[in-house]
């Protein structure tokens, strides 16, 4: 861990390169173990349709962030990548950082060639970067399974919706107002519909939670509008969440990323082997017990 942190983003980009390769991430099992036991960031997930402005907000953020010091990770993870082979990841991140500052790494990852889904591929980096981070942000477009794949891997969701788009009604008949923490209306400089959106959104909201504890907020970025407030939801959450109640998620993402991990691999015949070896006790990380889980079963199955 030390001389990850010490690698800068080479030694943290080789790192990623591994767990990207099927199968490479048994190499970098230890240390991502290592990486779980000593997380510092808040894990921040972006979502939403294609579009909507979410690596434009990303990208703003980061650079307010970094303009006060503090270090920021992100990821944008696309399921279409699978089809591109990557080639639309460079246009969506849409980041203008500085290549020479160590204190932003901004990264995109394909699941091509890997089994399970996006989130199964993006924990195991997320785990790595927050470790390393003081922000990590986590981008993924789409709507539908994405929202639900981000909360396995982000300590808070930001949902986007877009003025004039009926985003809001859309997501609350696929039961996707329950997922974020946070949501925002984008492009708020287009005026009334931004605010009929904002209207729209706190509505569906309110009705998916029952009593609209959900922060909802509008936004531009070229106008400035909003952005410190997000920022400042965002710390408040964080803040407010407390050591445990962010240990407990996270212990709850890596036991579900393990028993995700071996259901793709192994079917429910091989979790049903595991039994109880795959329950993951507390304060355990789950990478090196994945590994040591894939070996055993895979002599059984021949995998
Ligand atoms: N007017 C206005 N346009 C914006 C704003 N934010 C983003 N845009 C524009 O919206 C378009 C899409 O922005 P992106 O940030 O790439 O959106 P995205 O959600 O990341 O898109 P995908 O990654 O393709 O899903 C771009 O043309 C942006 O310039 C805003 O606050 N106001
Ligand atoms: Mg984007």
Known sequence: MAALRAGGKRALAEALALI???GGEAEVAALIDEAFLAPRAHVIGFTGPPGVGKSTLIDALVRSWRASGVTVGVIAVDPSSQITRGALLGDRIRMRTDPEDQGVFVRSLASRGRLGGLSELAFPAVVLMRA????????????????????????????????????????????????????VVTK????????RALADLKGA?????????????????????????????????????????WTTRRHAQAESWL?????????????????AAAR????A??????????DRLRVIYQG
């Open 188 to 195: 708020s400089d287009m005026g009334p519909p931004a605010r």
């Open 285 to 294: 990380a789950p990478f090196g017990l994945r590994q040591a889980l894939a």
């Open 132 to 183: 390393i981070y003081d922000r990590v942000v986590v981008e993924t477009v789409g709507v539908g399974q994405s929202e639900a794949e981000i909360s396995a891997v982000a300590d808070s969701v930001v949902l986007c919706v877009q003025p004039g788009s009926g985003d809001s009604l859309q997501f609350m008949k696929a039961g996707i107002m329950e997922i974020p923490d946070i949501a």
């Open 205 to 245: 909201l309110g009705l998916a939670s029952g009593g609209g504890e959900v922060a909802a907020l509008m936004l531009s970025v070229p106008k400035g509008e909003g952005l410190a407030e997000l920022a400042a939801a965002l710390d408040a959450r964080f803040a407010a969440g407390g050591e445990a109640d």
């Open 20 to 22: 990207e390769r099927a």
């Open 280 to 283: 993951l006790a507390p304060g």
């Open 259 to 275: 028993r995700t991990s071996l259901l793709h691999r192994f079917g429910e015949e091989g979790v049903a082997a595991a039994g």
